[in-house]
């Protein structure tokens, strides 16, 4: 039998606002490495990396001082980037992923298709407008971001919870283990993307 090819992508993205280095093995052991100069984005980076069972090294800065927007939607960019990379041309992989994460009185579901069709559907009710000194609806910019720079489709639904850093902690956890099932190689496919067309 053939050995898989490392699946590894190293992204760097420079622009007038942002820069950032990434790297991303996606058949790891969890091992996180992150500092974005955001630090709400480093603990979230984290757990994605950890729960997914990815190794994610990030080295960023940016325009903080006029806030975190750019940073966060330009850290989704390089992601979404990375997992197109690593990915090729999706061949062998399950391509579907679905997870529901507790976190105390919140519930999280991510459910995702790496179908080559970004798309974003985003059901969170968010009860405060900051986590610490974190904009929460970055959160959303950097999913919008990631999808359409991956080509995957995610669908992220809170059906319920109160406190706004459990709601996103799930949030990021469920992200990883959807990702994670979702990327996995499945040994009955023998080549080729999981498609009845053959290709997505």
């Known amino acids: 039998m053939t050995p898989t090819p490392p699946r ?8 007038r606002e ?20 955001v630090p709400f984005m480093d603990h979230m980076l984290t757990l ?65 298709d790496i179908s080559n069709r970004p798309y974003l559907h985003y059901q969170v009710l ?13 959160v959303k910019e950097f999913l919008r971001a990631l999808v359409l720079h991956s080509g995957m489709t995610i669908h992220v639904e809170v059906p319920y919870g109160e406190n ?3 709601i996103l902690e799930a949030i990021f956890k469920a992200l990883g ?7 996995t190689l499945e040994p009955r496919k023998k080549g080729g993307a999981l498609s009845s067309k053959g290709v997505l």
């Open 48 to 112: 994605f990396s950890v729960h997914g069972f990815f190794d994610l090294s990030v080295r960023g800065s940016g325009d903080t001082e006029v806030d975190d927007h750019h940073t966060v939607e330009d850290l989704g960019i390089v992601l979404g980037q990375a997992f197109r990379e690593a990915l090729a041309d999706f061949s062998g992989i399950k391509r579907y992923g679905a997870t529901v994460v507790p976190m105390d009185e919140a519930l999280a579901r991510v459910t995702v």
């Open 177 to 183: 283990r959807a990702l994670d099932q979702a990327t």
């Open 8 to 15: 590894k992508a190293h992204i760097l993205r420079r622009t």
């Open 164 to 166: 706004s850093h459990h």
């Open 126 to 138: 968010l009860g405060d407008e900051k986590v610490g000194n974190f904009d929460s609806v970055l």
């Open 18 to 37: 942002t820069d950032i280095d990434l790297s991303l093995t996606l058949d790891g052991q969890g091992a996180a490495d992150i500092k974005t100069g």
